[in-house]
């Protein structure tokens, strides 16, 4: 089966098959204003007297997310992506090579996925991973345009596919590492220039935004929870280039092979 070439597309998708979802950006420095958390101390109390029970000393606070540097910000938001076993990702590339690419991808952390998605006047297909085993389920626009030689009769039938960074599976992988990855290049190292860019609303929710700079010389933006766990909500490159938006956090991601009555037979 052959499958649509990636090309050239934002460098968030530019992506080794085992670094995915990396957002990259010039240096490979750490943070120059990073200094260690500084949560408060408790207040010293006066000395009681002799007739009076001491009084306990308040607990030391955590300071608020927006107190914190860029780079703290960005290692508390790794440290809850390194907890989250699933998520879901709704992922916008209007630049995409053929036409516009609006997809929606349910992930785990064990390989299992479940998608629909879209490319502008291409047509539309469904997408469905356990583990390593890959289907996609192609609507007849989709089948005739962009799956050349494959009969007509596989249309709204599920194909076995691949499962390599050139085929759709690599979209089931790039949540989760998303949210894993906030300020780090594809090699790890920490981006150097990340900058903290105020705070804002996302769906009623506050978060504070850090800023960088692509490889590609393009503004990248993350929108990362306020309250709660430090949770990456959205990202953009460019103005509008790739938008990712994140959610359904720890939310089973229940999937299972297509029954074989259902798999096209090549």
Known sequence: MRQMPLHRVPTALALSALA???LTA????????????????ASASAS??????????PSPTAPALADLTAGEIAQKSRDAGEKLN??????????????????TFSEDNSGNCHGTFSIGGQGSAEIVRVGTDVWLKPDAAYLKNLLAGTSAKAAGKWIPSGNTVKDKALFCDLGVQLEKRVGLHTDGNLVDGIAKGGTK?????PAV???MTDDDGAPVRYDIAAEG????????TGNGDMVVRLGGFDQPVQVTAPAAD?????
Not at 48 to 57: I, L, N, Q, V
Not at 86 to 103: E, I, N, Q
Not at 201 to 205: K, N, T
């Open 20 to 22: 995915l979802g990396a």
């Open 26 to 41: 010039c240096g490979s420095k750490g943070d120059s204003t990073d200094a260690a958390a500084h949560a408060p101390s």
């Open 48 to 57: 009681p007297s002799a007739s009076a029970s001491p009084s306990p000393s």
């Open 86 to 103: 699933s998520v879901t990702m709704t992922l916008t590339l209007p630049g995409y090579p053929g036409g516009a690419f609006d997809g």
């Open 201 to 205: 609303q996302v769906d009623g929710a």
């Open 209 to 211: 935004v850090l800023t």
């Open 229 to 236: 766990e430090p949770r990456l909500l959205v990202t953009e």
């Open 262 to 266: 259902q798999v096209f037979q090549h």
